[in-house]
C-alpha cells in the first residue's frame, strides 16, 4: 500500500489550497481515509475523516475537527483512487505538515510522506 501525497505550497492567509492523496493498494472508498496535520511543535492532530468506508464521492460521510469546519471539505474520486482536502480561508494556524492516512482505526494504518502548507500573512 502507498499513499502518495501532494499540493502543498505557500499560500497567503485567506487563500485556498487543495491536497491530494493517490493510493495505491487499497480502495479509499471502502475504507476510513484521514487527513492530519502538524504544526511545528505540536503533536499531531486529525483534521477529516470520512467516517465509514461507505462513503459518497462528494465526501458527505466526512467528520471534521472544529477548528477546520466550514472550510476544509475532503472528497474523494472512485475513479482516480484519490483523496483530497480543500483547504478555504486558510489561517496562520493552518500551517503544518499534512498527512494522509487510513484505513483508520484498523490494525495497520498507511501513512503517506506528508505534504508541507504555509500560510503567510
Known amino acids: 500500500v502507498q499513499l502518495q501525497a501532494s499540493g502543498g505550497g505557500l499560500v497567503q492567509a485567506g487563500g485556498s489550497l487543495r491536497l491530494s492523496c493517490a493510493a495505491s493498494?487499497?480502495?479509499?472508498?471502502?475504507?476510513?481515509m484521514g487527513w492530519h496535520r502538524q504544526a511545528p511543535g505540536k503533536q499531531r492532530e486529525l483534521v477529516a475523516a470520512?467516517?465509514?468506508?461507505?462513503?459518497?464521492?462528494?465526501?458527505?460521510?466526512?467528520n471534521y475537527a472544529d477548528s477546520v469546519k466550514g472550510r476544509f471539505f475532503m472528497s474523494l474520486d472512485n475513479a482516480k483512487n484519490t483523496v483530497y482536502l480543500l483547504m478555504n480561508g486558510l489561517k496562520l494556524e493552518d500551517t503544518a505538515v499534512y498527512y494522509c492516512?487510513?484505513?483508520?482505526?484498523?490494525?495497520?494504518?498507511?501513512w503517506g510522506q506528508g505534504t508541507l502548507v504555509t500560510v503567510s500573512s
Open positions: 492516512a487510513g484505513p483508520l482505526g484498523s490494525l495497520k494504518t498507511y
Open positions: 470520512t467516517s465509514s468506508g461507505a462513503v459518497t464521492s462528494s465526501g458527505d460521510l466526512t
Open positions: 493498494g487499497m480502495i479509499v472508498s471502502t475504507n476510513i
